[in-house]
């Protein structure tokens, strides 16, 4: 394998490391699963972790911002973690997040997540175009994940589905038996339509840990989307923080675990 500093779709959408991406016809940057406040939660349950996510992911979000100019930033959901009621880390980290992008003039679109909840107020204040179930620009759909594609959707001028919730990643064994995990987009065909693509993106967050999809098996993923989906003919693209790896087809990575 060796490192990309980008990947192109259809010469259009462009995959990048730090688990983020662009799509030129949209001028939109696109990102998913931050789960801000994930430190607080984790801390309730017995388990402290230093709150270093939010500047990190904030990082990666200005650096793009910066570099790309976007017009619209879109959030494909669980933009916050807790399942119930705000917590302040949440809180304090949204707003942050929040009036920088509004400072900025960028359309803010926030498709909701499963994690999503008791927020709306907050995202209403602040200009938060939020979409449920799923939010259609162009030729692309965007939609969560946690549940399926809506029956009565019209797919007949859509060329990409994109969808988080996995939190796509692969496990890769070294030669002296040493395993990591490898936060990866996935490319692939919606289920029951080979003419539409789906690209399934990596949590943002760097503490939400991910699903690997070339142990797991198929029938125990998160999305019902994806329980449906040829996960074997799908291929991988790890993103790391210096880079892409080449794309990797699911099949031939069940070997190498």
Do not use: C
């Amino acid at each position: 394998m060796s490192f990309l500093d980008k990947y192109v779709v259809n010469n259009d959408v462009v995959l990048l490391p730090n688990k983020a991406m662009f799509i030129k016809s949209l001028n939109a940057l696109v990102i998913a699963d931050l789960h801000l406040g994930i430190e607080y939660a984790m801390a309730l349950k017995g388990i402290y972790l230093p709150a270093y996510q939010f500047n990190e992911i904030m990082g990666i979000i200005n650096n793009y911002l910066d570099l790309y100019q976007p017009s619209e930033l879109i959030i494909v959901g669980d933009l916050k973690h807790e399942f119930g009621q705000k917590t302040w880390q949440e809180h304090k980290e949204t707003i942050r997040l929040l009036e920088n992008i509004k400072d900025r003039g960028i359309h803010f679109v926030l498709v909701r997540g499963n994690h999503d909840n008791f927020i709306k107020g907050v995202f209403e204040r602040n200009n938060v175009d939020f979409r449920d179930p799923i939010y259609v620009a162009g030729q692309y759909l965007f939609i969560h994940g946690h549940k399926p594609l809506p029956e009565n959707v019209d797919l007949s001028k859509i060329r990409y589905v994109i969808m988080g919730h996995e939190h796509p990643a692969i496990l890769l064994r070294d030669d002296v038996g040493g395993r990591e995990k490898f936060p990866s987009f996935l490319l692939g065909s919606l289920p029951g339509n080979n003419d539409i693509g789906l690209i399934v993106l990596p949590a943002l967050s760097p503490v939400a840990s991910g699903v690997e999809v070339n142990l797991v098996d198929p029938n125990e993923f998160l999305s019902p989307i994806l329980r449906n989906a040829d996960i074997d003919s799908f291929y991988a693209i790890p993103s790391l923080q210096t880079g892409l790896l080449n794309p990797v087809r699911i099949s031939d990575l069940k070997s190498l675990v």
